[in-house]
């Protein structure tokens, strides 16, 4: 057992070995499972109440009490305050919106928007990234890297760019990546390489090459990462006056906010600063239900920390085996093999959770109601939305409950399924959605053909 005040240990209940903060590992050496980041609450200052962060804001030039992140930092306590790297991270809004609740099947006022996308690179992942640039910086890294199918890239890139204390080097496969999230990468002058294959197969080589040259690896494997991104749950707690909402709607890619989500309630709950913990909700893109899959039809759960893994295994040498790959418009989630699984079915359990997936054209019609009704959001994200209404559909989810669903990108990272949607471009649209098992646009916004004349322009306005 350690006696330091934070400490890394494996989540396998039966080896929970421990490991300094100081080492850089994305798995645990004894048995291979996840690392969590935990904490000896008994000899740290525990804040007396969650009230107590309202304080920072009046104290917003210190940088740290600026950062949506940081300024939670007791209760994320690893990283020395000299270390920390911030860039303003985690300035997002809850928005209360009518408009998609009422698409959703919501009561008025019970539906919530969490704009992520209001980060700095553009999507959740900064809450993150700022974590794992800290501990880059404590451990003396002088290079990091990550696969990615967008905005984890975009993240470490304008962290590196900024803080300039270490050079970076982003693995994107090839083919779906939105060339907003590209376009960041290249602009924020990371090294670059897209692997001629998909993001997993980027994902098993940035393993490989971190481990056999040192290089401090970001993916959300990285305990650190998930510390940071318990802030998101923090900041809606915080928008709604401490009152613990109905449910937490998120979107399931490799299951690092979802995994987040679950240890931030479970550390509140036991601090005893929080009573009630939100129901959570995983949301998988349907070409890309990794998790769906194993919830629902084997029936796989955390069970106490002792997993099935022949199950776990068996899928996947299954899908190997069928060469089936995930495919999704929805790209952010296009991911096989979801590496926080384990750590996300722990949090299913912790917050009495459900699974669903949901088709690209729900989630198309989702966003263009975000962007109708809100600041939009980019396709990932809006399957929290789709999921929410077929949550209410079922039933599971009552008119009457607080709702929050998490927008994780932001609207301009990936216009290109949003101009397809919208323009009536039928050519477009065929290739771009049609060939994705997108078959309407029920919500199009298309713009109208006008001459240049001002008679033919009054009347298209029709006012
Ligand atoms: C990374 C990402 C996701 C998936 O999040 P996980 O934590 O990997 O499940 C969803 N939406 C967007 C926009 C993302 O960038
Ligand atoms: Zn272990």
Redesign the pocket.
Known sequence: MSTDLSFQRCIHPDCGKTYAVSEVLTACTACDNLLDIEYDWSRLPVPGSLREFEAKWANRRNPLDYSGVWRFRNLLPWAPESSIVTIGEGQTILQQSNAVGKYVGSNAGQLFLQYEGLNPSG???DNGMTAAATHARMVGAKMAACAS????SASLAIYASTAQLFRVVVFVGSGKIAYGKLSQALDYDAKTLQILGDFDDALERVREVSGERGIYLCN?VNPFRLEGQKTIMYRVLEALAWEPPDWIV?????????SAFGKAFAELKALGLITKIPRLAVINAAGANTLYRLYHQQGLRWNDGRTDDAKIDGFFTTMDAEKRRASTLAS??E?NR?V?LKKCLRALETCNGVVREVSDQDILDAKAQVGAGGFGC?P??AASVAGAKLLRAEGVIAPSDRVVCIL??HQL?DPDATVAYHSGNRELFDEKLRKQGVTSAPYANSPTVVENNLQKIIEALGV
């Open positions: 999507s959740f992942k199918t967008g905005n984890t959300s998120v979107p399931g890619g490799n299951l690092g906010n979802s952010a989630i991911i979801p926080n980019e990932a994200s994780t990108g990272k």
